[in-house]
Nanobody, 115 residues
């Protein structure tokens, strides 16, 4: 079992920045990939960014050049640095971890981009 706890969400003005953090605990040795997804009411949960244990990254087209995902394997933590935020980035952001056969989710953290 893997437990994930997100932090760092909040209210930010358009053009601002936020950094989300996700700490993993439990059987973290089994994790081979982590990522951030986001979801708005009535819509499906979509991938924002992902990173493998080796450091390979993948981003949604809508955030390329603005968001950066990184991980600290020693701290079992993954980060999402979000710059140049737009109102359309408003969503609940969920941390996710992949092991063989399982995907785990955090409870989510709300990011609101508004003036």
């Amino acid at each position: 079992q893997v437990q994930l706890v997100e932090s760092g969400g909040g209210l930010v003005e358009p053009g601002g920045s936020l950094r989300l953090s996700c700490v993993a605990s439990g059987t973290t040795y089994a994790i081979y990939g982590m990522g951030w997804f986001r979801q708005t009411p009535g819509k499906q949960r979509n991938l924002v960014a992902a990173i493998t244990i080796g450091g390979n990254t993948n981003y949604a087209d809508s955030v390329k050049g603005r968001f950066t995902i990184s991980r600290d394997n020693a701290k079992n933590t993954v980060y999402l640095q979000m710059n140049s935020l737009k109102p359309e980035d408003t969503a609940v952001y969920y941390c996710s971890a992949r092991t063989d056969g399982m995907r785990y989710w955090g409870k989510g953290t709300l990011v609101t981009v508004s003036s």
